[in-house]
T-cell receptor, first 114, second 114 residues
Framework: DTAVSQTPKYLVTQMGNDKSIKCEQN?????MYWYKQDSKKFLKIMFS???????INETVPNRFSPKSPDKAHLNLHINSLELGDSAVYFC?????????????FGAGTRLSVL | KNQVEQSPQSLIILEGKNCTLQ??????????LRWYKQDTGRGPVSLTIMTFSENTKSNGRYTATLDADTKQSSLHITASQLSDSASYICVVSGLLGVSGKSTFGDGTTLTVKP
């Protein structure tokens, strides 16, 4: 049973296209996150939602729009994809939004923009 | 600006040997420090989490230490195995922050050779 699952695992698309990445967690957690990991392996927080409410938005371009239909899902929609969007995107969840919570990560979605 | 610096950037050791990874941080006020292991092509997995009052915590062959006075942490791996080859990421959370607002180090890439 996968705790945090992301789909698709790989995504190859052309510049200018719109794409979505889905994330679901079955841990009963309240808080979910999206991270971007670039080619240098640096993990950067993009968004965080707690009980479907946005709590962190780290100055991500508005081409990126997260959507949380319920607290078990946090999907990431990206409009007008650019070359610089190529990266691995990780979804994560934690029990609550408190600083002491361990985050559980999905396996990642490797996005390649051509 | 809160920072987390890890060293070395990369490390190659022989199977069976021990090694120590370093993490220095400036996050203040401090809440907790976590070490994650990220295998190639996978999401990070939590190894240890330590709060201000904890000096050491073990997880199998992994032992993390924390000196909150000098703002330093280390991750010691004993009797390394090939499966220890991965990136090790130090993550520090501030006292008032949420988990997603944690500061991530850039990681140490460990390669264990037979």
């Amino acid at each position: 049973d996968t705790a945090v699952s992301q789909t698709p695992k790989y995504l190859v698309t052309q510049m200018g296209n719109d794409k979505s990445i889905k994330c679901e967690q079955n841990l009963g957690h309240d808080t979910m996150y999206w991270y971007k990991q670039d080619s240098k392996k640096f993990l950067k927080i993009m968004f965080s939602y707690n009980n479907k409410e946005l709590i962190i938005n780290e100055t991500v371009p508005n081409r990126f729009s997260p959507k949380s239909p319920d607290k078990a899902h946090l999907n990431l929609h990206i409009n007008s994809l650019e070359l610089g969007d190529s990266a691995v995107y990780f979804c994560a969840s934690s029990l609550t939004q408190g600083a002491g919570n361990i985050q559980y990560f999905g396996a990642g979605t490797r996005l390649s923009v051509l | 600006k809160n920072q987390v610096e890890q060293s070395p950037q990369s490390l190659i050791i022989l199977e069976g040997k021990n090694c120590t990874l370093q993490c220095n941080y400036t996050v203040s006020p401090f809440s907790n420090l976590r070490w994650y292991k990220q295998d190639t092509g996978r999401g990070p997995v939590s190894l240890t989490i330590m709060t201000f009052s904890e000096n050491t915590k073990s997880n199998g062959r992994y032992t993390a230490t924390l000196d909150a006075d000098t703002k330093q942490s280390s991750l010691h791996i004993t009797a390394s195995q090939l499966s220890d080859s991965a990136s090790y990421i130090c993550v520090v959370s501030g006292l008032l922050g949420v988990s997603g607002k944690s500061t991530f180090g850039d990681g140490t890439t460990l390669t264990v050779k037979p």
